[in-house]
């Protein structure tokens, strides 16, 4: 037997609906609580993973810096925290102090980004690299003659305030072009030995951890697994709106039901009468 239509809100206070509504709101807390936990998963194995690739990094080998990049370069995001070593001369006179820069929880210091002239097959080139940061500015001549220095490689960034008094607000290869000469490599160096060793260091430059790559710490498989539990959550409740629409517009009489009962109409009770009506006698002559 069909249902009658009704509006959509009679048809969500039904008692069946309501129970499938508690049934799928459980379903979907379940889907809930499951995607939490494959975020906290993620967290875990991305942390864990974050700290196997830091230490990684901390304890490859240096490759040489001119098997890797050469000046004016493009830089790509596979070089990021790559480990290289390199020889050169520092040009302190040039010396820059970088802003706005937080190591270890203070912002009030800089970052001391020194020009590493190196030489290369077409003459010489201009490495920019960070020894260190620094809680004052006043800062150690860096080392004279050649030195030799492994790092850390690092994207230059976006030109930012133009560089006055020695001091810049950003890494920028094209503002280091401006300022120094070229040609330039468009990445700086992150220093973590040098030898000679920076006389510097003696006078509290702190030395930076190695830079991290873009979408470390998290891990993306469980991230994913997350994200279904999720979507899983929401068709939950989206079947259950679907279903109180289609209880509203009522459903269909099932296949073989008889026709719901109904008053015959005129035509009917007038065949029914010519079948009953007695036929008429008819006359016979001489009666």
């Not at 129970?19 to 194995?45: D, H, T």
């Not at 930012?160 to 468009?186: C, E, F, H, K, N």
């Not at 959550?233 to 629409?245: D, E």
């Amino acid at each position: 037997m069909a249902d009658t239509p009704t509006s959509v809100w009679r048809a969500a206070v039904r008692p069946r609906m309501l129970v499938l509504l508690v049934v799928l709101l459980a379903a979907a807390a379940v889907c809930a609580r499951l995607g939490v936990w494959q975020l906290e998963r993620a967290e875990v194995r991305g942390a864990a993973s974050a700290a196997r690739e830091a230490e990684r990094i901390v304890t490859a080998d240096p490759e040489p810096l001119a098997d890797l990049l050469a000046p004016g370069d493009t830089f790509s995001a596979d070089l990021v925290a790559h480990k290289v070593v390199v020889t050169g001369t520092y040009d302190d006179d040039d010396t820059l102090l970088v802003t706005g820069r937080a190591h270890a929880g203070r912002t009030d210091g800089y970052l001391v980004l020194t020009p590493l002239r190196v030489p290369t097959d077409d003459g010489t080139a201009v490495l920019p690299v960070v020894r260190g940061w620094s809680a004052t500015p006043d800062v150690a001549p860096a080392p004279a003659g050649d030195v030799e220095v492994v790092g850390w490689l690092q994207y230059a960034e976006e030109a930012g305030a133009p560089i006055v008094d020695g001091r810049t607000d950003a890494i920028s290869a094209a503002q280091l072009l401006a300022a120094w000469g070229g040609p330039v490599y468009t990445g700086y160096l992150v220093v973590q030995t040098s030898d000679p060793t920076d006389p510097a260091t003696a006078g509290g430059l702190e030395g930076l951890a190695p830079p991290t790559r873009a979408g470390a710490g998290l891990n993306v498989q469980n991230l994913a697994y997350a994200a279904q539990w999720w979507i899983f959550g929401l068709f939950a409740a989206g079947l259950w709106w679907r279903m109180v629409r289609d209880e509203a517009a009522g459903r269909p009489p099932l296949p073989g039901a008889a026709p719901a009962a109904g008053p015959p109409d005129d035509g009917g009770r007038q065949d029914d009468d010519r079948r009953t009506a007695p036929s008429p006698v008819e006359a016979r002559p001489g009666a």
